[in-house]
């Protein structure tokens, strides 16, 4: 095993002080642990302005080298993936290094001899079995650019982004469990592939063994994988190039494809993933995250793989077959790292303790939150009745875009403070900003932003560097905006107080507004929509969708449920509306813009709390608002 982790507070802040003083060297010393064919000739060069970010210039190397053939010298047969099924009566299964090694060269032979090459987009719309990992760290073998979509985003949301980023090959299965529910995941990709070109392969692994239609493009992944064997050099890579697009939504109606690259990205998820879980050899270490977002790339795969970790694997749901399945699996495989989402832990709170106190959960050291603030009730909960009070809680701000975890505390190593995610990681510079960009200081509240690179920062959104540009870099020049208001004690603590743009994290999951609006508006009755994010005890916010119809509306219950199914149909279940009210006008100013500010407290009942309303153009309409509310 790889240790990248400062073990004491005296150690960590040495390191805050390298990473100030000496801001490159500091990143150098942590990239120098690492197998490289070739090192770099210049650690940076940034322009924020421009902008362009480049780290370990001119270095050569293949990340799957790092993450499995280092390993498979010095400890072939540590369980790198405990592989935890969505019914627990299947077996689990425990895949060594040397064995998760032969099965990513193997995989990574079949995608070449299917036709794919460096360079090459590859689109995984998979469930989260073990074969998703490893066709993951396959795409990466050869240089191909994974871009996994998450199982749970229709035909529409997947087409949309195979289409983007021109993909090749698609590698998908038959369907997927889902507690108790089977996602028919080949006809939803069939559907899909009507609507794209660039597709020449579908490689389909066989997981629920159900029935499935079949075309010319199809390949059976057990058959074409008995074509090939498990020798697979790796692809030698340089530091810049893709690794992988990983979508996210945005305030326009198309996600954003952020693109990360070979080596700053694996610095960073391994140094954090150390660091912030205090991983330790022979640990036990589960993140339930989906590998269709980036916490599972970076923290279920991709970090702590770079050091060598076990990492859990789950495919089911918190809630099946019981409310206490985290906590049977907690109990079952021994986990000493347990990293969730305030949501999941918001509705499991729901449930009777006594689900959570009879597991055996004494193996817990550390755990993790991650996805959206963390309420104080949801953080004491965790703490009184998983940790017992024994385990600090590393609450983790970061995003898609940032690639790894940039505020949080360290396990056991720095000071926790519920709800707040306290600390920037050593070599990050986070600052809070006004609304003209000036930079506050001491106890303040504001807008976050990030002054200086760090190794995993997303490089460009896919095909739209215009686009990367003005989300991230425009509205404060010179500075990362990532988009989320914070406050900051005197400490220099930060708490994340949420989404400063038309983004809503519901249930964790990051929700543009934009593109729900679209489908809303593909309905023939609806003539305009507006929709926001209202406080929910357990998803944390929940979506409130306003709308305008052509006509007059007799059966309101049709019309909510057609609009749901259609949000359902465009982007996916997660994205529709928990309520759909029928209004006669949309607040607006006189230059045509939606109030959003003003719908938003409609939403959260919050009336008499309007703020100014002085240059809106209807008052009107929001008399009728709260008539119909
Ligand atoms: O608003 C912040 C929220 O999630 C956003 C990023 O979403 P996504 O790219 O989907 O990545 C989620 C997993 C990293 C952020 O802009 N967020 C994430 N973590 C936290 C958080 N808000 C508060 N506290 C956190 N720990």
Redesign the pocket.
Known sequence: MVDLAYRSLADYKQAKQQASAQPEGFWEDIANQFEWHQKWNKALTFDFHKPEVKWFLGGKLNITENCLDRHVKTQPNRTAIIFEPNDPKETAQHISYKELHSRVCRVANMLKKNGAKKGDRICLYMPMVPELAVTVLACARIGAIHSVVFAGFSAAALAARINDADCIMLVTADGGFRGAKVTPLKDIADEALTHCKSINTSIVLKRTGQEVAWNDIDVWWHEALAEVDDLCPAEIMDSEDPLFILY?SGSTGKPKGMVHTCGGYMVYTAYSFQNVFQYEKGDIYWCTADIG???GHSYILYGPLAVGATTVMFEGVPSYPGYDRFWEVCAKHKVNQFYTAPTAIRALQKHPVDLVSKHDLSSLKVLG??????NAEAWHWYDDNVGKNNCPIV???????TGGILITSLAGITEQKPTY?TLPMPGIQAVLLDNEGNELVCKNEGILAIKHPWPSIARTIWGDHERYKNVYFSAYPGYYF???GALRDAEGNYR?T??VDDVV?VS???LGTAPIENALNEHPNVVESAVVGFPHDIKGNALHAFVITKDAVYDNEALVTALRALVAKTIGPIAKPDRIQVVSGLPKTRSGKIMRRILRKLASGEFDQLGDVSTLLNPDVIENIKRNN
Do not use: K, L, M, Y
Request: hydrophobic fraction near 30%; proline fraction near 7%; glycine fraction near 14%.
């Open positions: 996210t977002w980036i916490t939150s991650v996805g959206e603030p963390i609450d983790t701000w970061w995003q898609t875009e995610a990532p988009g989320d994340i949420g989404r994290i964790g999951h990051n």
